[in-house]
């Protein structure tokens, strides 16, 4: 098993949240991803979005830190890895670019909260429950 940095981006917008069709498991989620070595968590958090989105976004404040396995953060992956990773979430404004989904996602679609789709990650569903409680300390899940 390998422990991973890993960010993701809550993008509240008028018409909800911004979520992505995952290319690797076909369900709903957060963008984000893997911080690579060199990179700190908001320039992975930038580019994870921008290579899953086509947008361009600033963070505006941690929503919390998620390390817990039973809030599904070990994943074994087809090939048989597993990684346990230890994640930031963020809550993220939109600067620039256009909606247009890289090759690790099958669409980028805005949800209301309240209407998020079937089909959506279990930690994906915490966090953005999590981001709009608005509350000023992060949480540690």
Not at 16 to 27: A, I, S
Not at 104 to 125: K, N, Q, T, V, Y
Request: proline content about 9%; overall charge negative.
């Amino acid at each position: 098993m390998v422990i991973r940095p890993g960010v993701t981006a809550v993008i509240l917008g008028p018409a909800g949240v911004l979520l992505q069709k995952r290319e690797d498991n076909g369900l709903w989620g957060l963008p984000g991803g893997s911080v690579e070595p060199g990179e700190s968590v908001t320039e992975a958090l930038v580019r994870e979005v921008r290579e899953e989105t086509g947008l361009d976004v600033e963070p505006l404040r941690l929503i919390g830190v998620y390390s817990a396995p039973e809030h599904h953060q070990i994943v074994t992956y087809p090939n048989g890895d597993v990684t346990h990773y230890v994640s930031s979430s963020f809550e993220c404004r939109i600067t620039g670019g256009v909606i247009a989904c890289g090759p690790e996602s099958l669409a980028c679609e805005w949800f209301p909260p309240d209407g998020l789709p079937p089909g959506l990650m279990p930690i994906a569903r915490i966090r953005i429950t999590d981001a709009l409680a608005r509350e000023v300390r992060a949480f540690i899940r």
